[in-house]
Protein backbone atom coordinates (compact mmCIF):
# COMPACT_ATOMS: atom_id res chain seq x y z
CA UNK A 1 0.00 0.00 0.00
CA UNK A 2 2.69 1.93 0.97
CA UNK A 3 4.86 1.38 -2.05
CA UNK A 4 2.39 2.11 -4.19
CA UNK A 5 1.34 5.51 -2.97
CA UNK A 6 4.93 6.69 -2.92
CA UNK A 7 7.27 6.48 -5.40
CA UNK A 8 10.12 7.33 -3.13
CA UNK A 9 9.66 4.19 -0.72
CA UNK A 10 9.69 2.17 -3.76
CA UNK A 11 13.18 3.47 -4.74
CA UNK A 12 13.83 2.43 -0.93
CA UNK A 13 12.94 -0.80 -0.78
CA UNK A 14 14.57 -1.56 -4.70
CA UNK A 15 17.68 0.08 -2.86
CA UNK A 16 18.00 -2.25 0.10
CA UNK A 17 16.73 -5.15 -1.99
CA UNK A 18 20.03 -4.53 -4.10
CA UNK A 19 22.30 -3.68 -1.08
CA UNK A 20 21.10 -7.30 0.61
CA UNK A 21 22.18 -8.79 -3.16
CA UNK A 22 25.37 -7.12 -3.36
CA UNK A 23 25.93 -8.28 0.34
CA UNK A 24 25.34 -11.53 0.50
CA UNK A 25 27.26 -11.92 -3.24
CA UNK A 26 30.20 -10.73 -1.44
CA UNK A 27 30.06 -13.02 1.74
CA UNK A 28 29.43 -15.62 -1.12
CA UNK A 29 32.88 -14.74 -2.62
CA UNK A 30 34.84 -14.48 0.62
CA UNK A 31 33.84 -17.81 1.55
CA UNK A 32 34.89 -19.05 -1.76
CA UNK A 33 38.33 -17.17 -1.30
CA UNK A 34 38.22 -18.55 2.46
CA UNK A 35 37.68 -22.32 1.13
CA UNK A 36 40.39 -21.94 -1.59
CA UNK A 37 43.05 -20.85 1.01
CA UNK A 38 41.59 -24.13 3.27
CA UNK A 39 42.00 -25.86 0.67
CA UNK A 40 45.49 -25.09 -0.01
CA UNK A 41 46.75 -24.91 3.25
CA UNK A 42 45.58 -28.27 3.83
CA UNK A 43 47.22 -29.77 -0.07
CA UNK A 44 50.28 -28.03 1.97
CA UNK A 45 50.44 -30.25 4.87
CA UNK A 46 49.40 -33.78 2.66
CA UNK A 47 53.18 -35.17 1.65
CA UNK A 48 51.74 -36.75 -1.63
CA UNK A 49 50.20 -34.00 -2.95
CA UNK A 50 53.54 -32.47 -2.41
CA UNK A 51 54.90 -35.11 -4.02
CA UNK A 52 52.62 -35.10 -6.63
CA UNK A 53 53.14 -30.94 -7.11
CA UNK A 54 56.69 -31.17 -7.38
CA UNK A 55 56.85 -29.19 -4.00
CA UNK A 56 60.60 -28.63 -2.51
CA UNK A 57 60.50 -27.03 1.19
CA UNK A 58 61.41 -23.29 0.88
CA UNK A 59 63.45 -22.94 3.85
CA UNK A 60 65.63 -26.14 2.24
CA UNK A 61 65.79 -24.33 -0.91
CA UNK A 62 67.15 -20.93 1.01
CA UNK A 63 69.87 -22.77 2.60
CA UNK A 64 71.13 -25.20 -0.08
CA UNK A 65 71.00 -24.02 -3.97
CA UNK A 66 70.92 -27.65 -4.89
CA UNK A 67 67.28 -27.62 -3.23
CA UNK A 68 66.65 -24.03 -4.88
CA UNK A 69 67.41 -25.32 -8.06
CA UNK A 70 64.81 -28.04 -7.62
CA UNK A 71 62.04 -25.87 -6.64
CA UNK A 72 62.76 -24.23 -9.73
CA UNK A 73 62.59 -27.11 -11.65
CA UNK A 74 59.70 -28.47 -9.95
CA UNK A 75 57.79 -24.81 -10.34
CA UNK A 76 58.85 -25.48 -14.28
CA UNK A 77 57.24 -28.79 -14.65
CA UNK A 78 54.27 -27.62 -13.21
CA UNK A 79 54.00 -24.42 -15.47
CA UNK A 80 54.80 -26.82 -18.41
CA UNK A 81 52.09 -29.21 -17.44
CA UNK A 82 49.59 -26.96 -16.88
CA UNK A 83 49.31 -26.85 -13.67
CA UNK A 84 50.66 -24.18 -11.89
CA UNK A 85 49.63 -23.67 -8.41
CA UNK A 86 50.64 -19.89 -7.87
CA UNK A 87 52.17 -19.88 -4.99
CA UNK A 88 52.39 -17.04 -2.44
CA UNK A 89 50.16 -14.67 -3.62
CA UNK A 90 47.44 -14.15 -1.33
CA UNK A 91 47.18 -10.77 0.14
CA UNK A 92 48.45 -11.64 4.03
CA UNK A 93 51.98 -13.21 2.46
CA UNK A 94 52.30 -9.87 0.40
CA UNK A 95 52.04 -7.87 3.62
CA UNK A 96 54.56 -9.85 5.61
CA UNK A 97 56.78 -9.59 3.28
CA UNK A 98 56.79 -5.75 4.19
CA UNK A 99 59.23 -6.77 6.80
CA UNK A 100 61.90 -7.96 4.51
CA UNK A 101 62.92 -10.95 2.19
CA UNK A 102 64.65 -13.88 1.29
CA UNK A 103 64.90 -14.72 -2.24
CA UNK A 104 65.67 -18.29 -2.58
CA UNK A 105 67.36 -17.81 -6.50
CA UNK A 106 68.68 -15.15 -8.46
CA UNK A 107 67.29 -15.33 -11.64
CA UNK A 108 69.62 -13.10 -14.84
CA UNK A 109 66.81 -13.27 -17.46
CA UNK A 110 66.04 -11.29 -20.89
CA UNK A 111 63.56 -8.72 -20.21
CA UNK A 112 61.79 -9.75 -23.52
CA UNK A 113 57.88 -9.53 -22.39
CA UNK A 114 57.42 -13.55 -22.80
CA UNK A 115 59.72 -14.76 -20.61
CA UNK A 116 58.50 -13.46 -17.10
CA UNK A 117 60.50 -16.05 -14.21
CA UNK A 118 57.85 -15.81 -11.75
CA UNK A 119 55.39 -17.41 -14.39
CA UNK A 120 57.00 -19.83 -15.91
CA UNK A 121 59.23 -21.13 -12.42
CA UNK A 122 55.80 -21.06 -10.58
CA UNK A 123 56.91 -19.17 -7.97
CA UNK A 124 55.34 -16.34 -5.96
CA UNK A 125 56.22 -13.12 -4.00
CA UNK A 126 59.59 -12.88 -2.26
CA UNK A 127 60.64 -16.42 -3.83
CA UNK A 128 63.24 -14.84 -7.04
CA UNK A 129 65.57 -11.82 -7.20
CA UNK A 130 65.11 -11.00 -10.79
CA UNK A 131 67.80 -8.64 -12.95
CA UNK A 132 66.79 -8.30 -17.07
CA UNK A 133 68.11 -6.97 -19.53
CA UNK A 134 67.65 -7.59 -23.10
CA UNK A 135 69.77 -11.25 -24.17
CA UNK A 136 70.38 -10.72 -20.22
CA UNK A 137 73.37 -9.02 -20.77
CA UNK A 138 75.22 -7.84 -17.74
CA UNK A 139 77.28 -5.03 -17.09
CA UNK A 140 77.93 -2.63 -13.97
CA UNK A 141 74.51 -2.15 -12.63
CA UNK A 142 73.58 -6.20 -13.25
CA UNK A 143 76.91 -6.95 -11.53
CA UNK A 144 76.03 -5.01 -8.52
CA UNK A 145 72.52 -6.46 -8.35
CA UNK A 146 73.54 -9.84 -8.01
CA UNK A 147 76.12 -9.16 -5.58
CA UNK A 148 73.46 -7.45 -3.62
CA UNK A 149 71.44 -10.25 -3.41
CA UNK A 150 74.07 -12.62 -2.76
CA UNK A 151 75.83 -10.46 0.40
CA UNK A 152 72.55 -8.89 2.03
CA UNK A 153 69.74 -11.09 1.32
CA UNK A 154 72.15 -14.35 1.06
CA UNK A 155 70.83 -16.00 -2.02
CA UNK A 156 72.96 -18.98 -2.96
CA UNK A 157 72.12 -19.99 -6.37
CA UNK A 158 72.13 -17.70 -9.60
CA UNK A 159 70.53 -18.98 -12.90
CA UNK A 160 71.42 -17.19 -16.12
CA UNK A 161 68.27 -17.72 -17.90
CA UNK A 162 68.38 -17.15 -21.61
CA UNK A 163 65.75 -18.12 -23.87
CA UNK A 164 65.25 -19.27 -27.79
CA UNK A 165 64.31 -16.71 -30.43
CA UNK A 166 65.93 -14.33 -28.35
CA UNK A 167 65.82 -10.97 -30.41
CA UNK A 168 68.97 -10.14 -28.78
CA UNK A 169 70.75 -13.04 -29.94
CA UNK A 170 69.24 -12.83 -33.36
CA UNK A 171 70.62 -9.03 -33.78
CA UNK A 172 73.75 -10.35 -32.66
CA UNK A 173 74.19 -13.37 -35.34
CA UNK A 174 72.85 -10.99 -38.11
CA UNK A 175 74.69 -8.28 -37.10
CA UNK A 176 72.67 -5.00 -38.81
CA UNK A 177 74.98 -2.55 -40.71
CA UNK A 178 73.80 0.26 -38.53
CA UNK A 179 72.68 -0.22 -34.95
CA UNK A 180 70.90 2.64 -33.51
CA UNK A 181 71.16 4.14 -30.43
CA UNK A 182 72.89 1.78 -27.72
CA UNK A 183 71.76 -1.72 -29.87
CA UNK A 184 75.42 -1.56 -30.39
CA UNK A 185 76.19 -2.34 -26.52
CA UNK A 186 74.28 -5.72 -26.71
CA UNK A 187 75.15 -6.55 -30.26
CA UNK A 188 78.83 -6.16 -28.59
CA UNK A 189 78.30 -8.19 -25.56
CA UNK A 190 76.68 -11.21 -27.60
CA UNK A 191 78.80 -10.88 -30.80
CA UNK A 192 81.75 -13.73 -29.08
CA UNK A 193 79.01 -16.36 -28.63
CA UNK A 194 77.66 -16.00 -32.16
CA UNK A 195 80.86 -15.97 -33.50
CA UNK A 196 81.52 -19.30 -31.65
CA UNK A 197 79.03 -21.20 -32.76
CA UNK A 198 79.15 -20.10 -36.44
CA UNK A 199 80.06 -23.18 -38.27
CA UNK A 200 78.13 -25.36 -35.98
CA UNK A 201 75.10 -28.07 -36.92
CA UNK A 202 71.41 -26.83 -35.98
CA UNK A 203 69.74 -23.81 -35.72
CA UNK A 204 72.39 -20.70 -35.31
CA UNK A 205 70.09 -18.37 -33.35
CA UNK A 206 69.29 -21.00 -30.76
CA UNK A 207 73.20 -22.36 -30.94
CA UNK A 208 74.46 -19.20 -30.12
CA UNK A 209 71.83 -18.73 -27.27
CA UNK A 210 73.01 -21.45 -25.29
CA UNK A 211 76.85 -20.11 -25.83
CA UNK A 212 75.87 -16.52 -24.57
CA UNK A 213 74.38 -18.14 -21.89
CA UNK A 214 77.34 -20.33 -21.16
CA UNK A 215 79.86 -16.98 -21.72
CA UNK A 216 77.71 -15.39 -19.19
CA UNK A 217 77.78 -17.84 -16.63
CA UNK A 218 81.94 -18.41 -16.84
CA UNK A 219 81.62 -14.04 -16.85
CA UNK A 220 79.84 -14.01 -13.38
CA UNK A 221 82.27 -17.02 -11.87
CA UNK A 222 85.26 -15.74 -12.45
CA UNK A 223 84.09 -11.88 -11.55
CA UNK A 224 86.04 -10.27 -8.93
CA UNK A 225 86.13 -10.05 -6.00
CA UNK A 226 82.68 -10.88 -4.27
CA UNK A 227 81.25 -13.74 -7.01
CA UNK A 228 84.68 -15.59 -8.35
CA UNK A 229 85.64 -15.58 -4.36
CA UNK A 230 82.03 -16.65 -3.29
CA UNK A 231 81.93 -19.13 -6.63
CA UNK A 232 85.92 -20.68 -5.96
CA UNK A 233 84.80 -20.97 -1.91
CA UNK A 234 82.18 -23.00 -2.64
CA UNK A 235 79.17 -21.14 -1.24
CA UNK A 236 77.37 -19.98 -4.43
CA UNK A 237 75.88 -21.95 -7.26
CA UNK A 238 76.31 -20.46 -10.84
CA UNK A 239 74.51 -22.30 -13.32
CA UNK A 240 72.65 -21.56 -16.97
CA UNK A 241 69.59 -22.37 -18.28
CA UNK A 242 67.20 -22.32 -21.71
CA UNK A 243 63.59 -21.55 -21.59
CA UNK A 244 61.53 -22.84 -24.67
CA UNK A 245 58.97 -20.39 -25.79
CA UNK A 246 57.46 -23.92 -27.65
CA UNK A 247 57.39 -25.56 -24.76
CA UNK A 248 57.67 -23.76 -21.77
CA UNK A 249 59.94 -25.69 -20.52
CA UNK A 250 63.31 -24.66 -18.43
CA UNK A 251 66.62 -27.07 -19.52
CA UNK A 252 69.33 -26.75 -17.18
CA UNK A 253 72.54 -26.80 -19.54
CA UNK A 254 75.22 -29.87 -18.64
CA UNK A 255 77.57 -27.52 -19.91
CA UNK A 256 77.04 -25.34 -16.68
CA UNK A 257 76.52 -28.21 -14.35
CA UNK A 258 80.65 -29.64 -14.49
CA UNK A 259 83.29 -29.53 -12.57
CA UNK A 260 81.98 -27.28 -9.67
CA UNK A 261 84.47 -26.53 -6.63
CA UNK A 262 83.92 -28.29 -3.59
CA UNK A 263 80.82 -26.50 -1.70
CA UNK A 264 79.53 -26.26 1.52
CA UNK A 265 76.20 -27.46 1.02
CA UNK A 266 75.32 -30.90 2.14
CA UNK A 267 73.18 -32.82 -0.10
CA UNK A 268 74.42 -32.23 -4.14
CA UNK A 269 71.27 -34.69 -5.45
CA UNK A 270 70.08 -32.79 -8.00
CA UNK A 271 68.53 -35.89 -9.72
CA UNK A 272 64.92 -36.62 -9.81
CA UNK A 273 62.57 -33.96 -11.77
ZN1 LIG B 1 65.57 -12.34 -25.36
Redesign the pocket.
Given at each position: MIIKKSPFALYCVLFLMFVQTSCAQTQEALSSQEKEKIKREKNMQNPQWRKDNYIVNRDSAFANPYYALQKLKGGNKRFEEGTSIHPRQDPALIQSLSEGQAPFAIIVG???SR?SSEALFDQGFGDLFVART???VMAQASYATIEYAYLNLGTKLIVVL??T?????SAAVKIPADPPGHIVTLINAIKPAALAVKNMEGDEINNAVRQNVINQVNDLRELESVLSDAYSKGNLLIIGAVYSLDTGKVEILDETMENFPPTNFGTEDITGL
Open positions: CSDVAGQGHSCGAV
